[in-house]
Structure formats: C-alpha cells, structure tokens
C-alpha cells in the first residue's frame, strides 16, 4: 500500500506520483492528441495506483478539464485529488493573465463545471498576474477554501517574492514549478521558505518533457505546435550532456531491474523537497511504468549517485 502524502496544510492526501494531464486535451501544447487515447491514459493510470490527476484551464483551454471530467466517472470522486489551474482570460481570441479575486473565482466555478464535480482537491493561481497584490489573490481563494469548494491552495510560476507576500496570511498549502534534475534553481531559496512554512511543492517537467526517460540517442524533429520544437535542451550540447548524463544511470537500473524513466521518478519520490511528482503520460503504458516507480526503492548512495550526476546542471 502506497504511504500517502500531505498537501501542506490541507487535509489533502495524495499518492507520492501523480499524472500530469498537459496532453490529455491540451491540443495548444501538443498536435495530434488523441482524446479517446489520454482517456485511456488517466484511467490506467488511477487503475495502477495514482490518485493524483494535476490538469489547467490552459491545456486546451477548457478541453482537459472536460476529458478528465469524462475519465474519472467510474472511479469513486472521493478517493481522487483533482488538482488544476486558472487564471487566463480569453478576449477577442487573446489570453491575459488576471488575479483579480471575482475572476479567480469564476475560474474555479468553471472549473467544477467542465470536471463534473462539487469541489477541487487542489486549485492553482496558474501565472501570477502585474498588478493584483497577491495575499489579495489568495484570499479569494481562501473563502472559498471555508467554503469547503477547494480543499487545498495552491500559487504557481511565482518568483520567491511573489509567493512571500501570496503568502502572508499562512494561506498557501502548495506550490507548483518548474523543477527536475536538470533545472534545479528553486534548491536556493524557494526550498527553504517552503519547508519553513510546511507549504508542499510539486515539480512540473519532471522527465524534462521526455529527455530524462533514456529513451533518446539522437535529436529528434518535433512537428510545428509542440511545445519541444524549440526546447533548447532538445538540441547541440545541451542536448548531448543530459543525454550522456541520463544514460549513465543504465547500471543502477539494471541492478533493480528497471527503466530508466522508473529510476529518475524514484529519486523525485525519495526527495525531502518533493511532495508529488506529476510526469506527464501519453499512453497507458507510459502511465503503467511510471506508476511503477511508487514501488521502487533507492538507498542513500545511489541517490546521491543520481543527484551527483546532474550537479552541473544546477
Ligand atoms: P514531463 O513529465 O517532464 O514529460 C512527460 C513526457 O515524457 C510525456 O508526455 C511523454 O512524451 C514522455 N514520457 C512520459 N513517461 C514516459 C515513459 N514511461 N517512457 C517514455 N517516455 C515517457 O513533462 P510534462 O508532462 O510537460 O510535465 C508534467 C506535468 O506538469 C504536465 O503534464 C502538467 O500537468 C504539469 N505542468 C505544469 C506547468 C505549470 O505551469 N504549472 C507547466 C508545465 C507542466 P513523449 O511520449 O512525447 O516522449
């Protein structure tokens, strides 16, 4: 049985790995998804042992709530953590970025429309916005955390400022940012401040969208409309080194018998820093071998092996 986590200061428990939704529906980041297929995709993830399901208004602007909404209807809603995000607004076909507290509101009614259910386990500020004061952003979604609509807080992409000042009134359960083995600049200061204030922190890009599975040798084309196309780790240097440096974890999975991709999501789980580690899956069996990874054990050394590898990317 897989021991489970705590969102901060919810009451919010999640598994230690959860699926990251950005291309089930999220047809603006990937060309050519198939929805029936990321269906497919989230419901065998829940059936091997994820409760965790982290989507946004953003991926396809409304469509991967919708599917998601669609996937989960044979699961039992209160044994799920529904977490997704808000805070685009769409006028004249051009996306801003607004905090306003009756506008983070409706994001989160919408929300609960287009996934069919009564409450969020998780809601996101997804972007900060320039001009809204954000203990103010949050304090909408405070009230509506009393209201027992949302059962958790959460801020994301915000600097180390702006999640002090979100964060003020002690209202933040978790934050979300950008954070892998290879991208590691919240290690300085956002760490601390969120392990001093019992605030969760989920890592987004956590198999850096693919390069950290072991499965690549050479660059590869990424067709118009991925949002790979002009990732500059996917090409020159950048990516030679993470490929070698992924490559190289080859014997330590072997001796557990292992993927690669297992490997690297086990160091995320053994992480102090991480609450929930949220790869992104586009097939059942992506989804199947990275639930796996909840089973695997690493001991101490070969963590710092695995920490020690990518220390130049810091
Ligand atoms: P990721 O988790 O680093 O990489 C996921 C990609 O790696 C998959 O789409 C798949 O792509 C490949 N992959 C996954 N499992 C695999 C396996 N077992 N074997 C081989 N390849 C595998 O990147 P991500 O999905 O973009 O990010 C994770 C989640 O974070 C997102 O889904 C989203 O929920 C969240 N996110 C949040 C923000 C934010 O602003 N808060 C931003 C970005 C992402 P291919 O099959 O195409 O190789």
Redesign the pocket.
């Known amino acids: 049985m897989t021991k489970l986590v705590k969102i901060g200061k919810s009451q919010v428990l999640a598994t230690p790995l959860g699926?990251?939704?950005?291309?089930?529906g999220?047809d603006n980041?990937?060309p050519n998804l198939n929805d029936q297929l990321g269906i497919q995709t989230v419901q065998t993830a829940i059936n091997n042992g994820i409760n965790l399901i982290?989507?946004?208004y953003?991926?396809g602007y409304g469509k991967s709530e919708t599917l998601i909404g669609e996937a989960i209807k044979p699961f039992d809603r209160d044994k799920l953590i529904i977490a997704t995000?808000g805070a685009q607004a769409i006028h004249n076909g051009k996306v801003s970025i607004s905090n306003d507290p009756d506008f983070l509101k409706q994001c989160v009614y919408d929300s609960l429309k287009r996934l069919q259910t009564d409450y969020l386990d998780i809601f996101?500020i997804?972007?900060p916005d320039e001009d809204t004061p954000k203990d103010v952003a949050v304090a909408a979604l405070q009230e509506l955390k009393d209201q027992g609509i949302i059962k958790a807080i959460g801020v994301?992409?915000f600097s180390y400022e702006q999640l002090v000042e979100a964060n003020q009134n002690g209202q933040i359960d978790v934050v979300?940012?950008?954070y892998?083995l290879i991208y590691r600049k919240p290690e300085t200061q956002i760490f601390p401040y969120l392990n001093a204030h019992n605030i969760a922190f989920?890592?987004?890009?956590?198999?850096?969208?693919?390069?950290?599975?072991?499965?690549y040798s050479h660059p590869i084309e990424f067709p118009e409309g991925?949002?790979?196309k002009n990732d500059k780790n996917f090409n020159g240097e950048n990516f030679k080194a993470i490929v070698t440096a992924t490559n190289s974890l080859k014997p330590i999975a072997k001796n557990h018998d292992i993927?690669i991709?297992?490997l690297v999501l086990a160091w995320y789980i053994k992480n102090p820093n991480i609450t929930v580690v949220?790869?992104?899956?586009?097939?059942p069996?992506?989804?199947?071998?990275?639930a796996r990874s909840m089973n695997v054990a690493i001991t101490n050394s070969e963590y710092n092996i695995i920490d020690n590898t990518f220390k130049s990317f810091l």
């Open positions: 699926f990251g939704a950005n291309s089930v999220g980041l990937f982290d989507t946004a953003a991926y995000k996101y997804h972007f994301s992409n979300e940012d950008n892998s989920v890592p987004y890009f956590p198999l850096a969208s693919g390069l950290l599975t072991g499965k991925d949002l790979r993927s991709t297992e949220i790869p992104g899956a586009k097939t069996e992506q989804a199947k071998t990275n």
